[in-house]
T-cell receptor, first 110, second 113 residues
Framework: EDQVTQSPEALRLQEGESSSLNCSYTVSGLRGLFWYRQDPGKGPEFLFTLYSAGEEKEKERLKATLTKKESFLHITAPKPEDSATYLCAVQADSNYQLIWGAGTKLIIKP | KAGVTQTPRYLIKTRGQQVTLSCSPISGHRSVSWYQQTPGQGLQFLFEYFSETQRNKGNFPGRFSGRQFSNSRSEMNVSTLELGDSALYLC????????????FGPGTRLTVL
């Protein structure tokens, strides 16, 4: 069964303290892996799409990487405004539908 | 380009009533997906429409239905509302149903009393 698991469920960091969020997946043929950021009460905001193992993408303090079994979202020197829930989703070859993880709630303390 | 818009943004209904939510996708996007998001269940897929045809459907009861118009705008309807239908309903659009990224609207917050 296709599945996405995100860890940790919640992460509290001090401002400037770098860390990584994990998204592990099992899918029969990966078509794409997506990262989104969601603020409370708002729609998810697209961050990255990764298509193949070894691919990396960066945006400001965020860097996403992909292997055959998992993806990492690295956050370098985070700021309080990076606080949000980060969602991961995968799309399989066999289906258009995205399979979503439960998200990681990130809190950056000043 | 204007983003995905959803109306209304907030809605309060009572049990047994029905509700219709609207979504206007990004210009040029032909695929619209609907999701229900609750604190305990996360993002749950409702259905997807592409060129006025439902292409995918999640595991929701028949009280949840949708449609897409020729201009790609979409509506979802929930009949006979239950307390458990209280949620944030999100619409996402993409230019095709396959690898293209989904872009989300701000959501409609539905409260059922």
């Amino acid at each position: 069964e296709d599945q996405v698991t995100q860890s940790p469920e919640a992460l509290r960091l001090q401002e400037g303290e770098s860390s990584s969020l994990n998204c592990s997946y099992t899918v029969s043929g990966l078509r794409g892996l997506f990262w989104y950021r969601q603020d409370p009460g708002k729609g998810p905001e697209f961050l990255f799409t990764l298509y193949s193992a070894g691919e990396e993408k960066e945006k400001e303090r965020l860097k996403a990487t992909l292997t055959k079994k998992e993806s990492f979202l690295h956050i370098t020197a985070p700021k309080p405004e990076d606080s949000a829930t980060y969602l991961c989703a995968v799309q399989a070859d066999s289906n258009y539908q995205l399979i979503w993880g439960a998200g990681t709630k990130l809190i950056i303390k000043p | 380009k204007a983003g995905v818009t959803q109306t209304p943004r907030y809605l309060i209904k009572t049990r047994g009533q029905q509700v219709t939510l609207s979504c206007s996708p990004i210009s040029g996007h032909r695929s619209v997906s609907w999701y229900q998001q609750t604190p305990g269940q996360g993002l749950q897929f409702l259905f997807e429409y592409f060129s006025e045809t439902q292409r995918n459907k999640g595991n929701f009861p028949g009280r949840f239905s949708g449609r897409q118009f020729s201009n790609s705008r979409s509506e979802m309807n929930v009949s006979t509302l239950e307390l458990g239908d209280s949620a944030l309903y999100l619409c996402a659009s993409s230019s095709t149903t396959r690898t293209d990224t989904q872009y989300f609207g701000p959501g409609t917050r539905l409260t059922v009393l």
